[in-house]
């Protein structure tokens, strides 16, 4: 058997049995156990889940305990060119479909008259005719003969959060917490449960169905490891987007993060997100 094959086949068993062991933690978190036995069963599988964690990635020059990675968007000058979006499903290979990001961009309008902003984005059908192919979106313009009170583009994307509640339900460890803050999922460890897709409260990740894995964005992870910018932020035409090292005062993350007052969405999740905004009001979460 050549080498592709036997670690294909390992791999494939190595998910197999975390499926196996991911279904069987789950069903034991939801029985109250009344015995020192099941207690002790329990503890085991805990102990087997644990050993199968996925290793620190391996990155040659890179010591990611000096690094405190966060990102900025300033909702003023975004103009919803979606260039981001673009980039990063190339840089990242995301499904070339009009319903799987990484990265994506929402508009809201408030017209004359209204107190609450409408809001469309990637999901929204007309949005995708407007783009002309199924592949993509624009942004329809369908306000053009209303009165508008106040508009603006927001970028979303995983927060990477301080606390994330991604890391807390992975049975199989398979999305882990770096030391330089950034959230990844190890897709050899991802058995394709989706308990992280439903716990994030940004609705920041989705289903790959074709790998059986779950994925979102990762900041562009292999890029900054290596000096470079998310590909998000050098495509961005106005600077919308800025990406830095929070270990250092004068970066431009610190910097926007000290001069502007920033806003995270969702606050009261306890998520402790590490994507600052300016520029949006209380109708964005």
Same mark, same amino acid.
């Given at each position: 058997?050549?080498?592709?094959?036997? %670690?294909?086949?390992?791999?494939?068993?190595?998910?197999?049995?975390?499926? *196996? %062991?991911?279904?069987? %933690? @789950? $069903?034991?978190? /939801?029985?109250?156990?009344? =015995?020192?036995?099941?207690?002790?069963?329990?503890?085991?599988?805990?102990?087997?889940?644990?050993?199968?964690?996925?290793?620190?990635?391996?990155? #040659?020059?890179?010591? *990611?305990?000096?690094?405190? *990675?966060?990102?900025?968007?300033? /909702?003023?000058? $975004?103009?919803?060119?979606?260039?981001?979006?673009? /980039?990063?499903?190339?840089?990242?290979?995301?499904? #070339?479909? @009009?319903?799987?990001?990484?990265?994506?961009?929402?508009?809201?309008?408030? %017209?004359?008259?209204?107190?609450? /902003?409408?809001?469309?984005?990637?999901? =929204?059908?007309?949005?995708?005719? @407007?783009?002309?192919?199924?592949?993509?979106?624009?942004?329809? !313009?369908?306000?053009? !003969?209303?009165?508008?009170?106040?508009?603006?583009?927001?970028?979303?994307?995983?927060?990477?959060?301080?606390?994330?509640?991604?890391?807390?339900?992975?049975? +199989?460890?398979?999305?882990?917490?770096?030391? =330089?803050?950034?959230?990844?999922i190890d897709h050899t460890y991802c058995?394709? $449960?989706?308990?992280?897709?439903?716990?994030?409260?940004?609705?920041?990740?989705?289903?790959? &169905?074709?790998?059986?894995?779950?994925?979102?964005?990762?900041? $562009?992870?292999?890029?900054? +490891?290596?000096?470079?910018?998310?590909?998000?932020?050098?495509?961005? #035409?106005?600077?919308?987007?800025?990406?830095?090292?929070?270990?250092?005062?004068?970066?431009?993350?610190?910097?926007?993060?000290?001069?502007?007052?920033?806003?995270?969405?969702?606050? &009261?999740?306890?998520?402790? #997100?590490?994507?600052?905004?300016?520029?949006?009001?209380? =109708?964005?979460?």
């Open positions: 058997m050549a080498d592709d094959e036997k %670690l294909e086949q390992q791999q494939q068993e190595r998910r197999e049995f975390l499926s *196996w %062991l991911g279904g069987a %933690l @789950a $069903c034991g978190a /939801a029985v109250i156990a009344g =015995d020192a036995g099941t207690l002790q069963a329990v503890a085991a599988g805990e102990q087997i889940a644990a050993a199968q964690m996925p290793p620190s990635p391996a990155i #040659p020059g890179y010591d *990611w305990s000096k690094h405190r *990675w966060a990102f900025g968007v300033d /909702a003023t000058k $975004c103009i919803g060119c979606l260039r981001c979006v673009e /980039a990063c499903k190339k840089e990242n290979n995301v499904a #070339p479909d @009009a319903h799987h990001f990484r990265t994506w961009v929402e508009r809201y309008v408030t %017209l004359e008259g209204e107190e609450t /902003a409408r809001i469309d984005s990637q999901a =929204d059908p007309v949005n995708i005719a @407007a783009s002309g192919s199924e592949g993509e979106y624009r942004f329809a !313009d369908r306000y053009k !003969d209303a009165k508008v009170a106040k508009a603006f583009f927001v970028p979303k994307l995983c927060n990477h959060c301080t606390n994330p509640a991604c890391v807390q339900v992975c049975p +199989t460890g398979a999305t882990y917490k770096t030391d =330089d803050g950034v959230v990844l058995i394709g $449960c989706q308990y992280c897709v439903q716990a994030c409260p940004y609705g920041a990740r989705f289903f790959n &169905a074709e790998k059986n894995v779950s994925d979102k964005c990762t900041w $562009c992870y292999h890029r900054i +490891t290596k000096g470079l910018l998310p590909a998000c932020v050098e495509v961005c #035409p106005v600077g919308a987007r800025i990406f830095g090292d929070r270990n250092d005062e004068q970066s431009v993350i610190s910097r926007f993060i000290h001069d502007n007052r920033v806003q995270v969405l969702r606050p &009261a999740t306890g998520n402790a #997100p590490n994507v600052f905004y300016i520029g949006i009001d209380e =109708d964005v979460s």
